[in-house]
């Protein structure tokens, strides 16, 4: 089968297309024929530093949607020819830049049948993060003010959707001219974080996304009332934020997305409704992933980028 390997880390172009054998099933796996592939800034992360992954050679990818080709020894889920999507087990089960991927079938759910693979492999890492925050986390509830930072990218213009859909009151942190794009999600108010503090432009927030890093963290905590949640998905806060969360009395968590059926279906019963889209920043072939890769890492990107491998 072809996939997107590489021999060493770097930048986009030790990105190359190979020759492998197509992955084997154990009990309780699906073999799936990959249709589309999504593309998330922890890709070019491990692609530059091999983190998780170790020394390559490697496969990258953890976004997928496509065919069931075949199933392993005690699945009852899925037979050959459901459509599924879903996310490999993060971070060590990369694999989805390929024709074909193996994994427990209990990290897909049945793609919606109004959406097609492109859409829906722009779902699973961005959107279960999102979930996993927002819902499994924090629980927001009806009514509660939540601060979404880089409310524009893969994850925040996701989160948007999933806290409204939640009956959540959504400010959003973008640049001025992405403000229409996350109104248009549902976001309530917009800080444009270029022209203002938003730690002094937002208070009495009930939960924030930190998608950012940096001082984000430190500055957020201010914008929290009493009670409130900071979830951060870079690991950006550290020990020395935990006086002062205690002071205000809010919690402070770091979270890594996790593979997660009963969120996938909840996802995909959103998504099937039309509550939760992904917006798609651009879709190339297999074979220009090194592409991709450089417009990711721009960091300028609206929505997300995905792959199509098997048409």
């Given at each position: 089968m072809r996939a997107i390997s590489q021999e060493v880390l770097g930048g986009p172009e030790v990105l190359t297309v190979v020759e492998l054998d197509r992955p084997t099933l154990g009990p309780s796996d699906v073999l799936v024929r990959v249709h589309a592939a999504g593309v998330n800034p922890?890709?070019?992360?491990?692609?530059?530093?091999?983190?998780?992954?170790?020394?390559?050679?490697?496969?990258?990818?953890?976004d997928v949607s496509?065919?069931?080709?075949?199933?392993?020894?005690?699945v009852t889920l899925y037979k050959p020819g459901d459509e599924v999507f879903g996310m490999l087990d993060y971070p060590r089960g990369a694999g989805a830049y390929a024709e074909y991927v193996a994994a427990p079938s209990r990290n897909f759910?049945?793609?919606?049948?109004?959406?097609?693979?492109?859409?829906?492999?722009?779902?699973?890492?961005?959107?279960?993060?999102?979930?996993?925050?927002?819902?499994?986390?924090?629980?927001?509830?009806?009514?509660?003010?939540?601060?979404?930072h880089a409310a524009a990218g893969g994850v925040g213009h996701l989160a948007v959707q999933i806290a409204k859909a939640r009956g959540a009151h959504v400010i959003g942190t973008a640049r001025a001219a992405k403000h229409d794009f996350v109104r248009g999600l549902g976001a309530d108010e917009m800080v444009d974080y270029t022209r203002t503090d938003f730690a002094e432009a937002v208070r009495d927030v009930d939960f924030v996304l930190n998608a950012v890093g940096g001082d984000y963290g430190p500055r957020s905590l201010r914008t929290l009332r009493p009670g409130g949640t900071l979830v951060s998905i870079l690991f950006s806060h550290s020990e020395d934020m935990e006086p002062a969360a205690k002071q205000r009395r809010v919690r402070l968590e770091n979270l890594t997305v996790e593979a997660d059926h009963a969120g996938m279906r909840a996802i995909a019963a959103l998504?099937?409704?039309?509550?939760?889209?992904?917006?798609?920043?651009?879709?190339?072939?297999?074979?220009?992933?090194?592409?991709a890769h450089r417009r990711g890492e721009t960091g300028?990107?609206?929505?997300k980028l995905v792959l199509t491998v098997n048409a």
């Amino acid at each position: 089968m072809r996939a997107i390997s590489q021999e060493v880390l770097g930048g986009p172009e030790v990105l190359t297309v190979v020759e492998l054998d197509r992955p084997t099933l154990g009990p309780s796996d699906v073999l799936v024929r990959v249709h589309a592939a999504g593309v998330n800034p922890t890709d070019w992360m491990h692609r530059t530093t091999g983190l998780y992954l170790g020394t390559p050679p490697f496969v990258l990818g953890w976004d997928v949607s496509g065919v069931v080709e075949a199933v392993g020894a005690g699945v009852t889920l899925y037979k050959p020819g459901d459509e599924v999507f879903g996310m490999l087990d993060y971070p060590r089960g990369a694999g989805a830049y390929a024709e074909y991927v193996a994994a427990p079938s209990r990290n897909f759910a049945r793609k919606p049948s109004g959406m097609d693979h492109v859409r829906a492999a722009a779902l699973p890492v961005a959107a279960l993060t999102a979930w996993q925050a927002l819902v499994d986390t924090a629980d927001v509830q009806p009514g509660q003010r939540v601060l979404i930072h880089a409310a524009a990218g893969g994850v925040g213009h996701l989160a948007v959707q999933i806290a409204k859909a939640r009956g959540a009151h959504v400010i959003g942190t973008a640049r001025a001219a992405k403000h229409d794009f996350v109104r248009g999600l549902g976001a309530d108010e917009m800080v444009d974080y270029t022209r203002t503090d938003f730690a002094e432009a937002v208070r009495d927030v009930d939960f924030v996304l930190n998608a950012v890093g940096g001082d984000y963290g430190p500055r957020s905590l201010r914008t929290l009332r009493p009670g409130g949640t900071l979830v951060s998905i870079l690991f950006s806060h550290s020990e020395d934020m935990e006086p002062a969360a205690k002071q205000r009395r809010v919690r402070l968590e770091n979270l890594t997305v996790e593979a997660d059926h009963a969120g996938m279906r909840a996802i995909a019963a959103l998504a099937g409704a039309g509550r939760l889209r992904a917006e798609i920043d651009g879709v190339l072939p297999l074979e220009q992933v090194a592409e991709a890769h450089r417009r990711g890492e721009t960091g300028r990107t609206a929505g997300k980028l995905v792959l199509t491998v098997n048409a």
